[in-house]
């Protein structure tokens, strides 16, 4: 049975850092690419980052780049968000998601992009 669950949030202040993780059961992770999305309350769902199936190609939402770094350890079945500088406004519950990727270099944004979901992070930013 293919799963995936998300670990790592928790409460942070402002500036500090997390890094959550998505670890896969079921299945290996080496042929799908990666998806990070985030819902705060009242709000969408968003996408966060990306990664593709190669781990070459990654990609980030405006509000987060240069912020958070997402990365995948196919060894360890695992992919990674580094989250620093956090800011209130990262308020969110955070999951990760996989699909098949049949093209290596693709990363994908768009969450209707994506079969399986993990459970969720809650990550709170507060002093």
């Known amino acids: 049975q293919l799963q995936l669950v998300e670990s790592g949030g928790g409460l942070v202040q402002p500036g500090g850092y997390l890094r959550l993780s998505c670890a896969a059961s079921g299945f290996t992770l080496v042929n799908y690419a990666i998806g990070w999305f985030r819902q705060a309350p009242g709000k969408e769902r968003e996408g966060v980052s990306c990664i593709s199936r190669s781990g070459g190609i990654t990609n980030y939402a405006d509000s987060v780049k240069g912020r958070f770094t997402v990365s995948r350890d196919n060894a360890k079945n695992t992919v990674y968000l580094q989250m620093n500088s956090l800011k209130p406004e990262d308020i969110a519950v955070y999951y990760c998601?996989?699909?098949?990727?049949?093209?290596?270099?693709?990363?994908?944004?768009?969450?209707?992009?994506?079969?399986?979901w993990g459970q969720g992070t809650q990550v709170t930013v507060s002093t």
């Open positions: 998601a996989v699909r098949p990727a049949p093209i290596p270099v693709a990363c994908y944004m768009i969450g209707a992009s994506y079969d399986n």
